[in-house]
Structure formats: C-alpha cells, structure tokens
C-alpha cells in the first residue's frame, strides 16, 4: 500500500461546493485490516543509543499484525465457505422435498387408477354371476314342470291299471303315454357354462403413470431475484434466483451480458457467483432450468452491479488548517457510484496507527470536509460505494494539522505567471509571450500578474508565510472568489493585501484595500512575511517573521470565505510557505 504527503503541487482545480458530514468510529481489530505504515529502520548505531530493544518491539508488534491480519483472512474464507456449503444443504433439501413430493403425488394417481378398475372389474363379475344364476334358474324351473307332467301321467297310468280288463289298458294307455311323453323334449344340458371370462385388464394409462415418475416435465421459468446489497466485488457479482416447489430441475443456466455481449454458465444450485467481471458495470442476469424434459421459459432479466473501482485522492488538491481538512479525489469510474465513504486512522506520536477508523459516510460529491484535533497527523482513504458494496481503498493519503495548508490555482494565474513544479514558488519572467499565449478565460486575472490559492472554508485561524527579496514589486494578501479579474488587487472591495513598491529613494509599503492605504512607513524591509487571518475576529495582520514584528492589520468582517492571493508587479520571483505553526505573537 502506497501512503502520500499532503505536498504543494500545482493541480487543475476543483469544485469547492462542500457539505461537512457526521463520523462514527469502528474497532480495526474486530472488522477491518489495515496494512502498517512506514516504519524507520533503525541506525546502525541503534544499540550504541539504547534503542534495540524499542526497534525489536516495533518489528515484533509488526509481525504480530502480520499474523492477525492473516488470520482474519483466513477467517473470512472458512466464514464464506461455509456460508456456500449452508446454501448448498438448502438446495438439496429444498429438490429433496420437491422429488418426495413429486413420488407422492404419483403413488396417489396411481393408487386411484387402480382402484378405479377394481371397480369396474368386480361390477362386471357381479353382471356376469347374475346373468348365469337367471339362466340356471329359469332351466330349474322347466326341469321342475318337466317332472310334475311326469308324475300325472305315471298317476293317470297307475289308475288305468287298476281296471279289471288289461288288454283294454294297453289298447288305451300305450299310445296316450307314448304320445305324452314324447309330447316334450327335454333338454338336459346346462343352460350357462359354469365358467367366468376372465378379460385381461387395460392397465396401459396406470404402465404410463407409472413411466411418467422418471418423465417429469419441464420446469417453469425461475425467478431472478433483485441484488441484494453488499454482494459483488470489483470483478464478480453472487446472483440468487428462486423456482416454483413442484418443479424438478437437473441443472440452470445462468446468462449474463453488459451491453450487447451474451455469456452463460451452468449452474447447480439457485446461486452463482459470476467472475472475471468488469468494476463499477451494470450487467442484465437472466436464467433458465433444464430436466430432462427440456427447458423452462427464461426468468425476467435483472440489472446487477460490481463494485466500483478505487477513488483517486488529487493529493494535490487537498488542503487542511489546524481544525479540518478538504479531500477531493476523482471518482475512476465511467458509470456513477452511489456515494463514497472517507475513512481516516490517526497516527501516533512514535509513527504507529491507532487501532480505532472513523468514517465519513455517504458522501455524495468528490469532496468532503472533515472536522479534526489540531497537531495531528491522520492516513486518509476513500472508498466509492453502490448497492454491489463498497470498493477496496484508495491510495492512503497523509495529512497533518500542524497548520494551513493550500495550494495555488493554476486556473487564475495570469499567462505571464509560472509556477514551479512543486507548485509553491511563482515566477515573473523578463521575456514577453506572443500574443497567442495570452489568451484569457473568465477566471484568469488579466491585468494583474497575480494568482489565487484555495483555502479550506473553516472559519478559525489560518496562518502562511511569503518569502521575498529587496528587488520584487508584490502583492500579497486574500480575496474574495469573485474579485475582478480585470483589477489590480487592493484596488477594489473585494480583496486586501501588502503592497511593495520600489522607488528611486526608498522601498515603499502599502496596505490596500478599495484602493486606500493608510501613511505608513516600514524601515526595515521584511524578507519573510507572516500573513495570519482570523475569521472570528475579522483581522488580517502582516508580520515582518526575522523580528517577530508586527506591520499592519486590516479589520473588516469577511462576508465569504476569502482565497490567499499573490502577485507580482515586476520580473521577479516569490515562495510560499504553508502548513506550519502559527506564531505565538500571530493571533494576540
């Protein structure tokens, strides 16, 4: 992890529209891991000084928090391993309970059916016993008759026999018994078999029924579920999706795209996570289940976001005074994020972290105000923040509070103007520029030779030096953001500021302000100028630094916040000198 000073640079300029947010703090130890930060190696004369044991100390606190930090990792893996294997185990009793179902549901079909032709089956066979007792019945009765004409004709016989004369009973009766009972014929076979018929049952509907257990059908479309927060990372994103309880699914493919490219997975259980994935793009996820019948209809699509990519801090443009800093930092994503969150970590005295973050959350802009404890130094990161989760940190950024610090806005400087690299000394050069390098814009000063720094708007006590020589016309001093640009400073109402002017007799200093300064006379020419602004009291007071010595004071009660202001009115040159104590003799 790089760390970077709060350095004078120059920088483009930003926006200065600031909302100032709440903090809360959070225990490092418990949730967060931070890396350590620099750590001096220790002299070659360490031991000599008595300060070993202090650096085996510091080496052993670092290999401690090497350890813990490797240790909360490993952690975080068992933790999310095992929250996949619990989602795993759902899945399967979730198919576990929809099969048992599904068998259920077939026994009980099946069971119907054949109950269904039991019925039918046993009132058939009931018909059939019916129609084959009616017939034996019917046969019974004309035996029955049979053998009651039998037995007139026998009684009829018997009493011709009694007669005296037998010739005359065979003359009468041979030919009548003859005749009667050959008058019917009787038929001595049965009049129905005494067998059933025995069809064979059509159990072709209950054979398909039963086929149908191992043929289940196509699975309905699944339900893709909304994103869930805090549930991607830069290059992944874990989707979820839900189906219908009585549907069997073998397997689902998961298809994804972000803009016009089609990409799918297969996919077991009713989550996936997607890798390989770009940060801060929004991708349409959509599924569709597979049996072995075919496939479901696809789900309706859902929008899903990774995480964002890291901010980058502009380190230098940020500022800071004794009771607060503005960090500014670019997005470095294409698609907008959903606020950011700065995190700062104060270091202690001996170099080493404190184990407690506090958190600036919700930030909406690119920029924050954040209130801190004068003489400290914090390790500030930011963070960009959709509903896929937070990104990992931007580079850490290191700022003190010892004093004022700002940096100059190039953007206002007029075209004769050069600033140095580091972005703190301002040069007048001799040669003049073409007419095709004077081109203005609004913002630019184009009369005065002279540029703006930003300060932070905190209204305490700001404090900043200027070094100059004996042969440098300046100006110096502070204005309003929105001080004529076609105006020297110090002649309207809208800046103020300590003129030099060098005559043929003697240097001359002016305190301006609307074009007025009062009769003052300075004998010894400052080389260092201390510049100290007090909101509160409404004073800007110049000092002469190498005589502790006071030059002037303007009071007036500043309206806005106001901009440290510098010019030069000859070739020459100036050096600015921030983030450094006050003076006690500065604010009395």
């Known amino acids: 992890m790089e760390h970077h000073d709060v350095v004078p640079d120059r920088g483009a300029r930003a926006t200065r529209d600031v909302s100032t947010f ?3 703090s959070v225990d490092t130890n418990e949730s967060l891991r931070f890396e350590p930060w620099e750590v001096s190696s220790p002299s070659p004369t360490g031991a000599e000084d008595g300060h070993d044991d202090v650096f085996k100390e510091r080496e052993t606190e670092l290999e401690i928090d090497t350890v813990r930090n490797q240790l909360q990792g490993k952690v975080a893996e068992m933790e999310s391993f095992a929250g996949h294997l619990e989602e795993i185990f759902l899945t399967v009793e979730e198919n576990f309970g929809r099969q048992e179902q599904h068998l259920e549901q077939h026994y009980n079909d ?3 059916t054949l109950s269904q032709r039991y019925d039918e089956r046993a009132a058939g066979l009931e018909e059939e016993k019916k129609g084959k007792l009616e017939a034996l019945y ?16 026998i009684e009829t016989a018997q009493e011709v026999y009694r007669l005296q ?18 008058k019917d014929e009787i038929d001595f076979t049965l009049a129905t078999t005494l067998e059933f018929n025995t069809p064979l049952a059509d159990l072709s509907d209950v054979k398909t029924m039963m086929d149908s257990i191992n043929v289940v059908p196509a699975p309905s479309a699944p339900v893709i579920n909304p994103q869930m927060p805090n549930s991607a990372t830069q290059t992944s994103l874990r989707v979820r999706w839900s189906l219908f309880s009585d549907d069997t699914v073998e397997y689902y493919d998961l298809y994804y795209r972000p803009v016009l490219e089609d990409t799918n997975v297969k996919v077991k259980e009713t989550h996936c996570t997607v890798m390989d994935l770009l940060p801060n793009a929004q991708y349409e996820l959509w599924v569709t289940a597979t049996n072995t019948t075919g496939i479901s209809p696809a789900s309706e699509k859902a929008l899903y976001m990774t995480v964002p990519s890291p901010p980058v801090i502009k380190q230098r443009e940020c500022t800071s005074c004794p009771e607060a800093a503005l960090i500014r930092w670019e997005s470095g994503n294409t698609n907008p994020v959903d606020s950011y969150t700065v995190e700062l970590n104060e270091m202690g005295t001996d170099g080493t972290q404190s184990g407690i973050t506090e958190s600036v959350v919700a930030v909406p802009t690119c920029q924050c105000l954040i209130q801190l404890k004068t003489g400290r130094r914090y ?24 004093g004022t610090f700002f940096y100059l806005l190039e953007d206002t400087a007029h075209p004769c103007l050069s600033i140095s690299e580091d972005g703190f000394t301002i040069f007048y050069g001799d040669e003049e520029l073409p007419i095709s390098a004077m081109a203005l814009d609004d913002n630019t000063f184009a009369r005065c030779v002279a540029v703006l720094g930003d300060l932070i708007p905190v209204r305490g006590r700001h404090y900043w030096e200027v070094e100059v020589d004996d042969g440098t016309e300046f100006r110096i001093g502070v204005a309003y953001e929105d001080t004529e640009r076609n105006s020297y400073l110090g002649a309207n109402s809208t800046s103020w500021c300590m003129r030099h002017i060098l005559t043929p007799s003697r240097h001359k200093y002016e305190f301006l302000h609307n074009g007025w300064s009062p009769d003052l006379r300075i004998t010894v020419n400052p080389v260092r100028i201390g510049v100290a602004l007090d909101y509160e009291r409404g004073t800007l007071s110049f000092f002469n630094v190498d005589l502790e010595q006071h030059l002037h004071t303007f009071h007036c009660h500043f309206r806005n916040y106001v901009h440290p202001c510098f ?22």
């Open 22 to 24: 709440q903090r809360f």
């Open 567 to 588: 010019s030069l009115d000859n070739p020459g040159a100036l050096t600015i000198h921030n983030a450094i104590e006050a003076p006690e003799y500065a604010f009395i």
């Open 110 to 112: 099946v069971l119907q």
């Open 138 to 153: 019917n046969q019974l009765l004309s035996c029955g008759q049979a053998i009651d004409a039998s037995k007139e004709l």
């Open 379 to 402: 390790l500030i990161s930011v963070r960009a923040v959709n509903i896929g989760g937070p990104s990992d940190r931007s580079e850490v950024l290191s700022v003190s509070t010892t």
């Open 165 to 182: 004369d037998k010739r005359l009973f065979l003359k009468v009766t041979q030919p009548e018994l003859i005749k009667e009972f050959a």
